[in-house]
Every structure is written in C-alpha cells, then in structure tokens.
C-alpha cells in the first residue's frame, strides 16, 4: 500500500524545459559551422535543404491527415522539416540576423508545441497522485474497519468466556451449599441446569 517517493534531481527537471532551446541552437550553430565551411551562397546546397524540408513537411502532413493520424509522428516531421529549414538558411545567409531570427522563431514554437506536452504530462500526473492517494485512504478505511470488528469479536469472545467462568462457577458454589437437590428444581419445572452443564462438559 505504501508507494516509495521518489525524489528527482532538479536537473531531471530542468532538462525537459531547456530542449527546445539547446535543439534550436545547436542546429544554427551546425548551420554556421557549415556557412563558415563552403555553404554560403551555395545554390546547390539551398536547393538540397529546401527539398528535404519540404519532403518533411509533406510527410508531417500525410501522417497528420485523416481520423488514423499519428500526431507524434507529425510533430517529429514538422520539426525535423522547420530544423532543415534553419539549418538551410544558416548555412546560406552571409550574415548573422536572419539565421538568429529564424532561431527566435523556432524557438519560441517549440516552447509553445511543448508547453501543450507539458500541460497534459502535468495533468495526468495529478490525476495519478489523487487516484493514489484515495486508492490509499480506501484501504486505510478498509483496514480500520478490519481492526476494529476483530477488536470487537475479541472483545465479545472474552465477554462470553468471563460469563460462561463466572456461571460455572456460581453453579458449582450453588451445588456445594447444603441441603441443595437439584431434583426439587426439577420437579418444579426448572431446567436441570447441573446435568446440562456437565454433559456440555464432556
């Protein structure tokens, strides 16, 4: 019934929040790398990156579509084709303020993709912690109430036992006084409590 805490480094916290930003840059830092080796003003290469992101985004779409859509495999593909993108037009500019705008933009849509992905993380894991608590307090009422009929049984069979003592015994002292016959009892219609008692006892 008890559950162990687990207790998460805040770097486990702090990492989720910082990957849209670390993927975004490090993909313009690769798209500098390549600009500053041969890549800028290259046609060619522009075309090659405008086809694979435009072939990402054709596949995000077709994996979107209908009532069957995956929309994990859609996200991958979107954000694959807006990283070719970015990577495309950091290694084609000459300079740095589009590559960095194109960054603010991509970024600022990866926290705004994720922040809905956190928001229903966020979500189910309350609604998690509060089944487990009043799955918790259900059995905890289930378990007082256990303790307490044994408790009471307990208590009933003592009480049972001391009377059934104490009745035995004030048989056997009404039987030791003198001039007692239990016969006359009989004869008045009384039940033969002795002889009841000592076949009970054997």
Request: aromatic fraction near 6%; charged fraction near 20%.
């Amino acid at each position: 019934m008890n559950e162990p805490l687990i207790h998460r480094h805040w770097l486990a916290h702090a990492l989720p929040k910082a990957a849209p930003a670390v993927a975004t840059s490090t993909v313009l830092i690769l798209g500098r790398i390549w600009n500053a080796n041969g890549a800028e003003h290259s046609i060619g290469n522009a075309a090659l990156m405008t086809v694979l992101a435009a072939g990402a985004a054709t596949a995000g779409a077709f994996a979107s579509a209908g009532r069957n859509g995956d929309g994990v495999l859609a996200g991958t593909a979107f954000a694959a084709s807006g990283g070719l993108a970015l990577a495309g037009v950091a290694g084609y500019a000459d300079d740095l303020s589009l590559p960095l705008l194109l960054w603010a933009l991509a970024t600022a849509i990866a926290y705004g993709l994720a922040a809905r992905y956190w928001r229903t993380d966020r979500r189910e894991t309350v609604a998690y912690a509060r089944r487990t608590i009043e799955r918790r307090e259900d059995h905890a009422h289930t378990e007082r109430l256990e303790a307490l009929r044994a408790r009471t049984q307990v208590e009933v069979a003592r009480e049972t036992s001391a009377y059934a003592t104490a009745l035995a015994e004030a048989m056997t002292a009404r039987a030791a006084l003198p001039g007692f016959d239990p016969h006359v009892l009989t004869r008045a219609g009384l039940p033969e409590l002795p002889a009841i008692e000592t076949a009970k006892e054997n």
